[in-house]
């Protein structure tokens, strides 16, 4: 609701008393802290009058130490003040001008219900100057003590509390600070020692950053002993030069070196202290050269040296040099093989595995010292011993292989290769008799006892081989080809006995009857076996069977070949397929050059079928190609009698 003089409502022309224009609309003024100045404190005292809070309002702006909660109480108790003032001011304006409203009733406040707060105004000292007595102070200060209550008091308490806290760590802080830029060895942060250090790391160039040392690791524990002294051997044209100078300074010559000193015998010189004999320095080179090669022929696991004399100097050019990826590939894997070594020790191949390694490295001595472990680790492999063997001198081996054949009686192996090492027939068949006497079941070591022996000794052998491992065929099929024919015979059926299913028992028998011309007799030994051999089921494929007729024919048993066709060619054969079937079997036998296999095979396959013309012309060409005229002509009289009307042949 508004006033305005002429208005139409209720006919006023003046406003009534103490009326505040936009009071009623809430328009009233505000001060805000860049207004009032800085925050001042809560006053310490004031009076009723208004000279009273004007002063308490000015010590509370000029002290500057209250509270944010005084300091608003200060700032309220001023707009009311400044709000009191102004209601005087228009109150004493209405009683002045006569109004048609008449006298306001007591403590009636122009636009109080309206939210009307007053209005303030700066001068030219900005906006945080004083304007006068109402302006001075905080925002609420002129207030009175006694309009405080007791949680007033307790705020103020507490906000007082906290400012003093937080001031005594902030003075804390600082005096840390003083105390550390002070005295740097006190207890602060070990950043803040190296701070001005860290500041002047900006200054160093790259060449000084470069050649900063590392620090390493100087600790006793970790130090490495200490490397003797390397000395490097002197060159040839240096000692030939030294040589001339002592015979010179020797004779009286001029060309004595500075600082030396002769001696009776004037080889050698004495130099600041140090005594040379330079006359003895190329025997040592001599006999170090001799050594070397010394032990290049100890190394030689035969006896001989590995050392050309001639081609000495072209074997140095072709010496391979390893470079830095094999030694890498070396280095790791040494560190495989000891990790292999570590967990598993029983291992024999990774003993092995790293003893060759040592070895590709040309570390021999490493080599066979890791062998040698290799044996005590694990004394019960045959494959260790023998490594340590072919590392070791050939003397060196035979120690080994001793100790190994004691450790292990029943190694074949060691018996073998210890026998290799011999140089002399008597002395392998003393090893390999030992050998049968641990081992009277092996078949390996009756086999090379016996191609040492000649024929009766060899004989005797066999006797005993096959007594005392009657399962073996080789041996008595041996036995039999030493033996005359009844004594072959016998021996024959006594391994028919023990080998009831052996086909090369029979297939011998029939050989041995073909060798003296008893033709009807093989027949009937081949027949006879594939009988035997279908009783005790021994299974004998038809493939089987004409691999043996192929290698009967090439052991020179024609009769023998023909005879296995004879019996086992229709073996499993279906009746529609034997014509195409033995036609390719020919063709595979003749491949393989076994023609008088093939050549029983279509014998055999035109009993069955004479009148098949093709099964002619394949024997014709058989026999135009690897026969003679009369077997030619005696096929072809065949066919023409098979087939007399057929105008080929």
């Given amino acids: 609701m508004s006033f305005r003089p002429g208005g139409s409502r209720g006919g006023a022309s003046q406003a009534p008393k103490g009326y505040i224009p936009g009071l009623g609309r809430g328009a009233a003024g505000f001060v805000t802290q860049s207004d009032i100045g800085p925050a001042t404190g809560r006053p310490k005292s004031a009076t009723a009058d208004g000279a009273g809070g004007d002063d308490a309002a000015g010590a509370a702006t000029s002290s500057g130490t209250g509270s944010r909660a005084a300091e608003l109480r200060a700032a309220k108790l001023a707009m009311q003040k400044m709000q009191k003032a102004q209601s005087t001011a228009a109150a004493a304006a209405a009683a002045a001008a006569p109004t048609p409203f008449g006298e306001a009733p007591a403590g009636y406040v122009a636009g109080a219900g309206r939210g009307f707060g007053g209005s303030t105004h700066t001068n030219n000292d900005g906006p945080t100057g004083s304007s006068g007595p109402a302006m001075e102070g905080s925002l609420f200060s002129g207030k009175d003590e006694s309009q405080f209550d007791d949680d007033d008091d307790e705020a103020d308490r507490i906000y007082n509390a906290i400012d003093e806290r937080m001031s005594s760590k902030r003075r ?235 450790r292990m009686p029943n190694a074949v192996k060691i018996y073998l290769r210890a026998a290799d090492l011999e140089h002399h027939d008597s002395t392998k068949k003393a090893v390999l008799r030992k050998a049968l ?14 191609e040492l022996e000649d024929a009766d000794d060899a004989r005797v052998l066999l006797s005993v081989a096959v007594e005392k491992i009657p399962h073996s065929v080789e041996m008595w099929l041996a036995l039999a080809r030493l033996e005359t024919y009844d004594n072959a015979r016998k021996v024959l059926n006594k391994a028919r006995k023990h080998l009831p299913t052996e086909r090369a028992v029979w297939i011998a028998a029939a050989k041995l009857e073909e060798s003296q011309n008893h033709g009807e007799m093989v027949d009937r030994i081949i027949d006879k076996a594939v009988r035997s051999l279908d009783k005790h089921d021994a299974v004998v494929t038809r493939a089987q069977w004409l691999k043996e007729a192929e290698a009967a024919e090439a052991s020179g048993a024609q009769l023998t070949s023909a005879a296995i066709v004879k019996c086992t060619v229709g073996r499993g054969v279906d009746e529609e397929d034997r014509q195409r079937t033995w036609a390719d079997d020919a063709n595979a036998s003749l491949s393989r050059n076994a023609v008088s296999t093939a050549r029983a095979i279509l014998a055999h396959s035109l009993s069955s079928f004479p009148t098949k013309r093709s099964l002619w012309l394949q024997a014709v060409d058989l026999e135009r190609n690897h026969g003679t005229p009369s077997s030619l002509d005696e096929v072809l009289a065949a066919a023409s009698e098979r087939l007399p009307r057929t105008e080929i042949f």
């Fill in 437 to 450: 006497e641990a081992n009277p079941t092996s078949v390996t070591l009756w086999k090379a006892a016996i």
């Fill in 172 to 406: 804390k802080h600082n005096n840390e600070g003083n105390n550390n830029s002070n005295n740097p060895s006190s207890s602060s942060a070990i950043g803040d020692q190296f701070r001005e250090l860290k500041e002047k790391l900006a200054d160093v160039t790259e060449d000084e950053w470069a050649a900063i040392p590392d620090v390493g690791d100087h600790s006793l524990r970790h130090k490495q002993k200490r490397r003797e002294d390397v000395f490097t051997p002197l060159t040839d044209s240096l000692l030939e030069s030294r040589s001339k100078l002592n015979a010179d300074a020797s004779a009286g010559g001029q060309n004595a070196l500075a600082g030396t000193a002769q001696v009776m015998d004037g080889t050698a010189t004495s130099t600041a202290g140090f005594r040379t004999n330079l006359s003895g320095l190329a025997e040592a080179r001599s006999t170090v050269m001799s050594m070397s090669l010394d032990k290049m022929s100890a190394d030689s696991a035969s006896g001989q040296t590995t050392v050309d004399p001639k081609g000495y100097l072209t074997s140095l050019s072709s010496t391979k040099i390893a470079s830095a990826a094999d030694v890498g590939d070396v280095n790791k894997a040494r560190l495989l093989l000891k990790s292999v070594r570590d967990t598993n020790p029983k291992h024999a191949p990774g003993w092995i595995a790293a003893a060759r390694v040592e070895e590709a490295a040309g570390k021999t001595a490493q080599a066979r010292k890791l062998i040698m472990e290799g044996c005590e680790v694990c004394p019960d492999s045959e494959d260790v011993w023998l490594e340590s063997a072919r590392l070791h001198s050939q003397d060196q081996a035979k120690t080994i292989l001793a100790a190994a054949a004691r």
